[in-house]
């Protein structure tokens, strides 16, 4: 598969219209589980999106290895969420997540989503781009420009947090019923 997608931005590169939009296709659902665990809205998540997206096409030639799209492409889309974020300087509320397809979650779905959103952004996005979308350390590293020991350590700390929210609130939870 990555060297489907490297062939695929070599062909944009190269101006192939059809190529840059297979790849958008083929990244959509990880750029936006990253937009909406940063900004918390679909509309915010999609005005990102639609911004990396410009971004990407006009800036598709300064990409030196096309192996690296993803992480390219991601980056692009955390700063523009964080500009977005700095511009309408407001914070949104778990019910504006949307839910996951396929029809309603089980409990456990919605307790750890809950025990997510009780979590600092930078545990949320790392937890994301890891377990969500399969990204390496490596690359998460490249993407937020950190090295990958920090990684190793957000990851960590990040688990451990969850684990301890979810579990309190498991405790709550039992003790309610």
Not at 63 to 83: E, G, M, S, V
């Amino acid at each position: 598969m990555p060297f489907a997608i490297e062939r695929l931005v070599r062909r944009a590169q190269a101006g192939d219209r059809e190529a840059f939009i297979a790849l958008i296709e083929s990244h959509k659902l990880s750029m936006s589980r990253a937009a909406i665990t940063i900004l918390h809205n679909e509309e915010d998540a999609a005005d990102a999106i639609a911004e990396t997206v410009m971004e990407a096409f006009s800036g598709l030639h300064t990409l030196r290895q096309p192996k690296y799209f993803k992480t390219w492409l991601t980056r692009a889309l955390i700063y523009n969420c964080y500009d977005i974020l700095r511009q309408r300087q407001r914070y949104v509320s778990l019910e504006e997540v949307p839910e996951p397809a396929g029809g309603e979650p089980d409990d456990r779905v919605l307790d750890i989503k809950e025990a997510l959103a009780a979590m600092a952004e930078n545990d949320r996005l790392v937890l994301t781009l890891h377990y969500m979308d399969g990204l390496k350390i490596k690359e998460i590293a490249r993407m937020l420009g950190v090295t990958e020991g920090a990684v190793k350590s957000r990851l960590m700390r990040s688990r451990n947090r969850l684990q301890k929210i979810y579990l309190e609130r498991e405790g709550k939870t039992c003790e309610a019923k």
